[in-house]
């Protein structure tokens, strides 16, 4: 058992300290975490005693927070907002069962994984699932993740890389920037803006360079962050876009994109789930694999 230091301060005092520092008053503060004033003012002064600084300047019964005090409070809300965030996150799991933590790339995730979910969750409905988006490799040793689906190029060392999906760019775009075009040439679809994946530069480049192209010195078009924005980008008739086919499947159903050009671009490396090798395996995310692998398989 670990016993927390004499110093740490207790969640009432966090609160307490929040409050008093956002509202400036004591007896405001009170009111709003419906306590008597002399807690509140206990809470305080305990704290200050056992910290040995003084958090507030007492003007004229007003409450005025000292440069310690105002670096406190804010840690304290950063504090409170996580337990509150831990709190929904746990009620939220209520039901019981196992629950599944993923790293996912956040176009995969919404594009191709949560549409698919579903199948999952029938299969396995004691299980719950914790997404979070994740660009950047993951630390499993410093993270609650069970496991990622990224690309494989993104796993580091000490982990497990299943092979899930090739990726194969198309060029798309939204039908009225065509103006009724069925296919462009590589010249006449370089004279358009060209939507650019700031985290991946080089792709438009690299289809260019495939087809014999000379490649563009001066790309001109849009540049976003991540290729759910491209894909927006795209819809919204900013540019042609540069995109993995199995992130635009629906759009291109639903008649909101269009592929412009047949040439497709091979990316460098696929997408694969990753997990911790020296995790011990889980009947959970045993199931969950084996599912993800059948569906990757599956197209």
């Given amino acids: 058992m670990v016993l927390r230091p004499n110093y740490?301060?207790?969640?009432?005092?966090?609160?307490?300290?929040?409050?008093?520092?956002?509202?400036?008053?004591?007896?405001?503060a009170a009111d709003a975490l419906n306590l008597t004033q002399s807690a509140v003012s206990r809470s305080i002064r305990s704290l200050e005693e056992r910290l040995g600084v003084q958090l507030f300047h007492r003007v004229r019964k007003r409450l005025h927070l000292s440069d310690a005090g105002?670096?406190?409070?804010?840690?304290?809300?950063?504090?409170?907002?996580?337990?509150?965030?831990?709190?929904?996150?746990?009620?939220?799991?209520?039901?019981?069962?196992?629950?599944?933590?993923?790293?996912?790339?956040?176009?995969?995730?919404?594009?191709?994984?949560i549409p698919r979910l579903p199948e999952f969750l029938k299969a396995c409905p004691d299980v719950s699932i914790d997404l979070t988006s994740a660009l950047h490799p993951v630390d499993f040793d410093e993270s609650p993740f069970d496991a990622a689906i990224q690309r494989a190029v993104l796993?580091?060392?000490?982990?497990?890389?299943?092979?899930?999906?090739?990726?194969?760019?198309?060029?798309?775009?939204?039908?009225?920037?065509?103006?009724?075009?069925?296919?462009?040439?590589?010249?006449?679809?370089?004279?358009?803006?060209?939507?650019?994946?700031?985290?991946r530069p080089e792709l438009w480049n690299d289809w260019f360079f495939q087809l014999g192209v000379r490649p563009q010195e001066r790309l001109?078009?849009?540049?976003?962050?991540?290729?759910?924005?491209?894909?927006?980008?795209?819809?919204?008739?900013?540019?042609?876009?540069?995109?993995?086919?199995?992130?635009v499947q629906s759009a291109l159903a639903a008649g909101s994109l269009r592929q412009v050009h047949p040439q497709g671009l091979d990316g460098a490396t696929p997408y694969a789930l990753i997990r911790p090798a020296a995790r011990i395996d889980s009947p959970t995310i045993d199931s969950f694999a084996d599912w993800l692998h059948r569906t990757a398989a599956a197209g």
Avoid at 175 to 185: F, I, K, R, T
């Fill in 70 to 113: 105002r670096a406190m409070v804010h840690e304290s809300r950063e504090i409170l907002a996580a337990l509150d965030r831990s709190a929904r996150m746990t009620m939220a799991f209520g039901k019981g069962g196992d629950v599944l933590r993923l790293a996912v790339l956040p176009t995969l995730a919404s594009t191709w994984l």
């Fill in 220 to 247: 001109q078009g849009p540049r976003v962050q991540h290729f759910d924005m491209v894909i927006s980008a795209a819809q919204a008739g900013l540019g042609i876009a540069l995109l993995p086919d199995i992130f």
């Fill in 155 to 199: 796993a580091r060392k000490g982990t497990d890389v299943r092979h899930l999906l090739n990726e194969t760019l198309i060029t798309v775009a939204a039908p009225e920037l065509l103006d009724g075009a069925a296919e462009l040439s590589p010249e006449q679809l370089a004279a358009f803006p060209l939507i650019q994946l700031a985290t």
């Fill in 8 to 28: 740490t301060p207790s969640i009432p005092e966090l609160r307490a300290l929040v409050f008093c520092g956002d509202l400036g008053s004591v007896s405001r």
